[in-house]
């Protein structure tokens, strides 16, 4: 935004920019939940600081869901087309979603279908073989996506090691940044936390977390 300031005493005209947040609606998801040895508490711990993050600062408005929790299709679908950013922490069990974060996505974007969260599949009859993924109706929106693993971060980028040399991104997570896609989201970053149950430092974990959070988020 620019805004103009005139110095009358001066007879001089100043441009001057303001930094506005323009993502000021959040809509913060908690994708885990207890289950077998996983308690659950580091993206507990996570999902409370981003909270703690935003409602600590004026210009923003936060709704947030755990999926652990009871929660209703229908209310959730409206948090999605309320939300500027949505932010996603999920840990990775056996290399994909935890199934309450699943069934989640399941009910919450069936409900959202004409309805917010996307139309269709973007094609027509008269010609079906492209423009497919085009019908989402959450663009403008963007989504972060944090995940936990137990594995170490050079699983990932190490010749030799177990992901081939395949970013998170690129690999375990493109079903999911897809899925984002096709509703019309676009992605704004991720940040990836590693080797959580052997070697973790939770409090240096956090502030470089917070320092994303700064970078990433106006």
């Known amino acids: 935004m620019i805004c103009i300031i005139f110095k009358i005493h001066i007879s001089r005209l100043i441009l001057c920019h303001i930094k506005i947040k323009t993502m000021k609606k ?8 207890p289950f077998a040895h996983s308690g659950g508490r580091f993206n507990e711990t996570l999902f409370n600081t981003t909270i703690s993050h935003f409602t600590s600062q004026e210009g923003y408005t936060v709704k947030s869901t755990g999926v652990g929790e009871n929660y209703d299709a229908k209310e959730e679908v409206e948090k999605y087309k309320w939300a ?6 999920t840990p990775i069990w056996w290399f994909q979603l935890p199934f309450g974060f699943k069934k989640y996505i399941d009910e919450v974007f069936t409900e959202g279908h004409q ?9 027509s009859r008269k010609n079906p073989a492209i423009n497919y993924g ?3 109706l959450l663009k403008g ?9 137990n594995a170490p971060k050079e699983a990932f980028t190490l010749e030799g090691e177990f992901f081939g040399q395949t970013s998170v991104d690129d690999g375990v997570m493109f079903g999911f940044h897809r899925m984002n896609a096709f509703a019309g989201l676009e992605r704004l970053s991720t940040h990836h936390f590693h080797d959580i ?4 430092d939770v409090p240096a974990e956090l502030k470089n977390y917070i320092n994303f959070l700064k970078e990433s988020v106006n």
């Open 26 to 33: 959040i809509f913060i998801i908690n994708g885990g939940h």
């Open 84 to 89: 500027d950013l949505i932010i996603y922490h």
């Open 115 to 123: 309805n917010g969260i996307y139309n269709s599949d973007g094609r």
């Open 134 to 136: 085009t019908g989402g």
């Open 141 to 149: 929106k963007k989504y972060i996506l944090t995940t936990s693993w």
């Open 197 to 200: 149950e052997k070697n973790v």
